[in-house]
């Protein structure tokens, strides 16, 4: 097993049609990934490396009922519209890549997507990806292998660097997750935190966190409620960042003390999380856990 | 994209809600005639429009009794840097007696994905502490993004801070003038404090709104030089105009990554071996060979930055663009101080071959290039 996608994703890239989207679904097809349809308004007929185009999400999943995944790389003011096309659609998981995206969108495409019961990846992330399953996501997939540790990430980059540390190192994984950068994002840290802890072959996790938000505190409140049961070691970005800027005195209220990357160490610390000083410790953390 | 108090106000009472009579002054206007104009008379408050925080404390905002006063004053507030920042325009405002002063704003809480409400009936300038002592004195409302505000809530919300009778109800119009504000104009936070109290109204003396900078296409409106803004050093204005994401520390190390993360952490390795980053640059995904060589050139133009360390992990972004960045910008402006590369991912053995022709060397070790480069 894996989560979010696996061998069983049948995809529709939103967007194909684009610079980014051609691009990446020559890639993910590459990398296994089953990809079933594209969509372009206005593009319907063509084809991209050989994968049919539609009008509209409706269409393709007329045409390839099996379809039961979206990435979405519409630009930043039709990405909204893309996202709720692809629910009304029936589509269950969509993975947002774009950037930019205003968030007020985002905020009520969220609430929307969790009414229906729809899992949203992103926006502003790199994917998904369950390594020699399925690549759903703008990440190198030749950096990953199958195994048994899951990777939950608000970073791109980062993740790459540890997934490549603990490759190798010869620890392969589950699935990794990132889940984006931006303000409101459809999966939290926490989660894809309870998603690893349900999946029975994930064996210990990687938190990849970043300063800012509170998402890290509240993965420490889970562990230390004991909701997660699974090792887990943590990498946290932007030790020597400066502080963010200032959102008016509701900012302050609001986090009351949260978000530097001190806080989010000495509360994951604090729960037995053990985290490391540079991405490329993670490895050998991991294999202390999975020793024991 | 924050907005000047004069424009938050503006926009409360575009969307219904009264706000204290004023004049706006730009440097070359005469305050009498203005005020006279507009049948305002001292006294008045003269207030700098900057858009720094602690303007209050840091002497922007003037009571003038006299017309004498208004004329000195205005004089005096031109003049006058607020925390390193010459206004451009200064507001003249009524000046509204009021016997109370509460506070009340709206920003999205990110943990629940959905908008909050903040009131309290303890406003004015020590809000955060008050936040900090007695936590139970702010309330906070969640609101369904797709239903709003509703009149029944902002009241509900307006009770559980001790308001009553007509004062209720100014405070819960108020409110949902204030939600339709977050709402139109796609805002990340709005905030009145002080919102004052006189008699059975609310009237918001001080008004802020950040714009969501993702959604100022829709704002065109708003759209202004970012040097009045005053949130960016000499070289982060230039770093904008230019395209780049930079922002400006106080070391001598200089720090280009591909991604917000891994820059970030390319600076805590860098501090973490004893060195000190002079910046954060961010590359982006899918950096060309010309924004490359931007980024490259701009830290060599620095005076602060004496070497520089690029960390670059090919995911869309293709290693051997990069060198030929690197090349370009050697090329164009010679090396003029130590550059230091680690190059992996994508098209790296591409990358680093072209680096090689051009005598420079690429580590594929993060922490072998951060210890050489702080050996420089």
Redesign the interface.
């Known amino acids: 097993m894996a989560i979010i996608v696996d061998e069983k994703t049948r995809l529709i890239v939103q967007g194909i049609t684009g610079r ?1 989207g051609s691009f990446h679904t020559k890639l993910m097809k590459e990398y296994g990934t089953k990809i079933v349809a594209g969509v372009t308004p206005g593009k319907g007929g063509q084809e991209v490396h050989g994968i049919p185009v539609y009008d509209s999400v409706e269409e393709a999943v007329k045409a390839h009922p099996e379809a039961n995944t979206s990435i979405i790389f519409v630009p ?2 039709f990405a909204a519209d893309a996202v709720y096309e692809a629910i009304d659609a029936g589509i269950k998981t969509i993975v947002v890549i774009t950037e ?6 985002a ?2 495409f ?3 997507a ?1 009414s229906k019961g729809v899992t949203i990846i992103g926006p502003n992330c ?1 994917g998904v990806i369950s390594p020699g399953k399925a690549k759903v996501g ?3 997939g030749h ?1 990953f292998m199958p195994g048994n540790v899951g990777i939950v ?9 540890i997934a ?1 540390a603990m490759t190798k190192a010869g620890i392969g994984q589950t699935t990794a997750v990132g889940i984006g ?1 931006d ?2 994002v459809g999966t ?1 840290f926490v989660e894809a935190l309870q998603m690893f802890e349900d999946d029975p072959e994930t064996e210990a996790i990687v938190l ?1 966190g ?2 800012g ?3 890290e505190e ?1 993965a420490a409140k889970m562990i230390e409620e004991g909701k997660i049961t699974k090792p887990a070691v943590a ?1 946290i ?6 502080p963010g ?10 986090m ?1 003390g949260t978000g530097t990357a001190e806080g989010k160490v000495k509360a994951l610390e604090s729960v037995g999380v053990k985290v490391a ?4 410790e993670i490895p050998a953390l991991l294999k202390e856990v999975l020793k024991k | 994209m924050k907005l000047f108090e004069f424009e938050a106000k503006r926009i409360i009472k575009e969307l219904g809600f009264p706000v204290p009579r004023s004049v706006l002054l730009e440097k070359k206007d005469d305050p009498v005639r203005k005020m006279k104009e507009a049948g305002l008379k001292p006294p008045v408050v003269v207030k700098s429009q900057v858009l720094v925080a602690g303007r209050g404390k840091a002497g922007g905002i003037k009571m003038a009794k006299t017309w004498d006063d208004v004329v000195r004053l205005v004089e005096e507030l031109f003049n006058k840097p607020i925390k390193g920042l010459f206004p451009r325009y200064l507001l003249i405002e009524e000046a509204i007696p009021h016997e109370k002063e509460l506070y009340a704003a709206i920003i999205i809480d990110r943990s629940e994905r959905k908008p909050v409400i903040l009131a309290s009936q303890y406003g004015g300038m020590d809000i955060e502490e008050i936040a900090r002592e007695k936590p139970e004195s702010i309330v906070r409302y969640h609101v369904d993004p797709f239903i709003g505000l509703r009149a029944f809530e902002a009241r509900k919300i307006g009770r559980s801070i001790g308001l009553q009778g007509r004062l209720l109800n100014s405070f819960a119009a108020f409110l949902q003038v204030l939600y339709k504000v977050f709402e139109k104009y796609d805002a990340d936070l709005v905030e009145s404090n002080p919102l004052g109290v006189t008699g059975d109204k609310v009237i918001p003396l001080d008004a802020r709104i950040i714009v969501d900078d993702n959604s100022l296409y829709r704002h065109k409106e708003f759209e202004k030089d970012i040097e009045v803004t005053g949130e960016y050093t000499e070289w982060e204005v230039k770093a904008r105009r230019m395209g780049l994401a930079f922002v400006e520390l106080d070391g001598d190390i200089g720090i280009i990554g591909n991604g917000a993360g891994l820059t970030m952490t390319t600076m805590d390795l860098v501090y973490l071996h004893g060195g000190k980053p002079a910046n954060f640059l961010d590359i982006g995904g899918g950096a060309s060979k010309d924004l490359v060589k931007k980024a490259v050139g701009f830290l060599m133009e620095h005076p602060r930055i004496k070497k520089i360390f690029m960390n670059i992990f090919g995911g869309i972004t293709r290693g051997d663009e990069v060198a030929r960045g690197i090349v370009a910008a050697i090329e164009e402006l010679g090396l003029k101080k130590p550059l230091v590369v680690r190059l992996s991912g994508t098209n790296e053995e591409e990358g680093r071959s072209i680096l090689e022709e051009n005598g420079l060397t690429a580590y594929t070790d993060p922490v072998e290039a951060v210890k050489k480069v702080i050996s420089l």
């Open positions: 980014e930043a003011r930019g995206i205003p968030v007020h969108d905020l009520r969220v609430n929307y969790k790199p703008i990440m190198p950096i990430s608000r970073s791109g980059t980062l993740t790459y660097e490549y950068g303000p409101v939290s990849v970043e300063i938000g509170d998402m509240r990498f970005a932007g030790r020597t960042a400066p800027k200032r959102m008016g005195h509701a900012g302050a209220i609001i009351m000083r540079t991405p490329m």
